[in-house]
């Protein structure tokens, strides 16, 4: 089963307003990642946040964890057509060195 | 500098063929990370290597799939006698060698249709 699970599946907004997907996992973890990834192509790595952080920052880009819930958000503010992609959530777990990926969010902005 | 690089970009095969599928890592990493994506779904993860060591294929299929990653060249995937459900995107992922699970690099995928 999928370690991450983001949600919502689907969320479209008008352009210049914010958006905010979740994650959610099961087991412990020493790092969550976020990656978008456009249509037909490779995924690309947005922001890291590691297990002994709460909140970080990247650009128009918030990441908040909480361990105790097993949880993580992604902020995307002043959204712009070009943010419109699928947006997965990817833990990185003690004891192996894969990244396991959630189902993902599939953002549309609309002009 | 070149990123990861998969080719071929799509793969159209027939039934009980082979399908190879090619990845170079960007310049410098060392290990390289197969993941299996199928439509409006995540990345399911298969395989993980580093020159010439296969570390983990826990995600890996035990029957008709290999990968291999040698001294010199690209990373190979090996599909062999494609079945119809074997149809999807296959990423390719590269990281340096200092670092776990640190972010991964991805190509843009090849794109598998089994006729």
């Known amino acids: 089963s999928q370690q991450g699970e983001e949600d919502p599946q689907a969320l479209s907004i008008q352009e210049g307003e914010n958006a905010t997907m979740n994650c959610s996992y099961k087991?412990?973890?020493?790092?969550l990642q976020w990656y978008r990834q456009n249509s037909g192509r490779g995924l690309v790595h947005l922001i890291l946040?590691?297990?002994?952080?709460r909140e970080k920052h990247s650009g128009r880009l918030r990441v908040t964890l909480d361990t105790s819930k097993k949880s993580s958000s992604l902020l995307i503010t002043a959204s712009r057509a070009a943010d419109t992609a699928s947006y997965f959530c990817?833990?990185?777990?003690?004891?192996?060195?894969?990244?396991?990926f959630g189902t993902g969010t599939r953002l549309t902005i609309i002009p | 500098n070149a990123g990861v690089m998969q080719n071929p970009r799509h793969l159209v095969r027939r039934r009980g063929q082979e399908a190879r599928l090619r990845c170079s890592p960007m310049?410098?990493?060392?290990?390289v990370y197969w993941y299996r994506q199928l439509p409006e779904e995540g990345l399911k993860f298969m395989v993980y290597l580093q020159k010439e060591n296969i570390i983990d294929e826990s995600g890996m299929p035990k029957e008709r799939f290999s990968a291999e990653f040698p001294k010199e060249g690209p990373s190979i995937l090996r599909i062999q006698q494609v079945v119809r459900g074997d149809s999807a995107a296959y990423f390719c992922a590269s990281s340096p060698q200092t670092g776990r699970n640190e972010k991964l690099f991805f190509g843009s995928g090849t794109q598998l249709s089994v006729l």
């Open positions: 990817a833990t990185g777990n003690f004891g192996n060195e894969k990244l396991t």
């Open positions: 946040i590691r297990s002994n952080e």
């Open positions: 310049k410098g990493h060392s290990h």
């Open positions: 087991t412990s973890i020493n790092n």
